[in-house]
């Protein structure tokens, strides 16, 4: 049974929100890294809002984590790598590490070993649409569009018009 969260008004105020909690947290310029897939569209929503209040234009990258997950050989049938893109010199960066739902912690901590790979940001921070709680690594977002009640086996979904082809929502799917 699928359940809908929010709809695409609803998401588009808590990316709005989203922006306005990193524009308030920085007075200078940052980096939006999104996480494939999900979060680089959601990256560049945040960018464009955060210009749109006046702020400074944010760096945007994407990050394809493939290579740095802990499950690549035990759990993955046919992995496909993707685009890595920090077009930005990483060190001494502002990142934020944008993704649109924080689970387990694993995609995180993966983007943030090949962030570092790339050489040594003054910070990393993290910015989700969606938290849903359940962390296997003591990882926590330090922006949030919104946080829900999940059970570990449900299945949250977030659609976006750009890479779903269909309108933004947010569902969960629950498994009893």
Same mark, same amino acid.
């Given at each position: 049974?699928?359940?809908?969260?929010?709809? &695409?008004?609803?998401?588009?105020?808590?990316?709005?929100?989203?922006?306005?909690?990193?524009?308030?947290?920085?007075?200078?310029?940052?980096? $939006?890294?999104?996480?494939?897939?999900?979060?680089?569209?959601?990256?560049?929503?945040?960018? @464009?809002?955060?210009?749109?209040?006046?702020?400074? @234009?944010?760096?945007?990258?994407?990050?394809?984590?493939?290579?740095? !997950?802990?499950? $690549?050989?035990?759990?993955?049938?046919?992995?496909?790598?993707?685009v890595t893109r920090l077009p930005f010199s990483?060190?001494? @960066?502002?990142?934020?590490?944008?993704?649109?739902? $924080?689970?387990?912690?694993?995609?995180?901590? @993966?983007?943030?070993?090949?962030?570092?790979?790339?050489? !040594?940001?003054?910070?990393?921070? $993290? &910015?989700?649409?969606?938290?849903?709680?359940?962390?296997?690594?003591?990882?926590?977002?330090?922006?949030?569009?919104?946080?829900?009640?999940?059970?570990? &086996?449900?299945?949250?979904?977030?659609?976006?018009?750009?890479?779903?082809?269909?309108?933004?929502?947010?569902?969960?799917?629950?498994?009893?």
């Open positions: 049974m699928s359940e809908q969260l929010a709809n &695409a008004s609803a998401m588009a105020e808590m990316v709005q929100d989203l922006a306005e909690q990193i524009h308030r947290s920085s007075d200078k310029q940052v980096a $939006l890294v999104g996480i494939h897939t999900g979060g680089v569209p959601i990256a560049k929503r945040i960018a @464009a809002a955060i210009e749109a209040l006046g702020g400074e @234009a944010p760096l945007l990258g994407e990050t394809d984590i493939t290579l740095y !997950r802990d499950d $690549l050989y035990t759990g993955l049938e046919n992995p496909s790598l993707g990483v060190d001494g @960066a502002r990142i934020i590490l944008v993704d649109d739902v $924080l689970f387990t912690g694993r995609t995180v901590r @993966a983007a943030v070993d090949l962030i570092m790979d790339y050489g !040594r940001p003054a910070y990393i921070k $993290l &910015a989700v649409l969606v938290d849903r709680g359940h962390r296997e690594l003591p990882i926590a977002a330090d922006f949030v569009g919104t946080r829900i009640q999940t059970e570990l &086996a449900d299945r949250v979904t977030v659609a976006l018009r750009e890479t779903d082809e269909r309108e933004d929502e947010i569902a969960v799917q629950r498994r009893t």
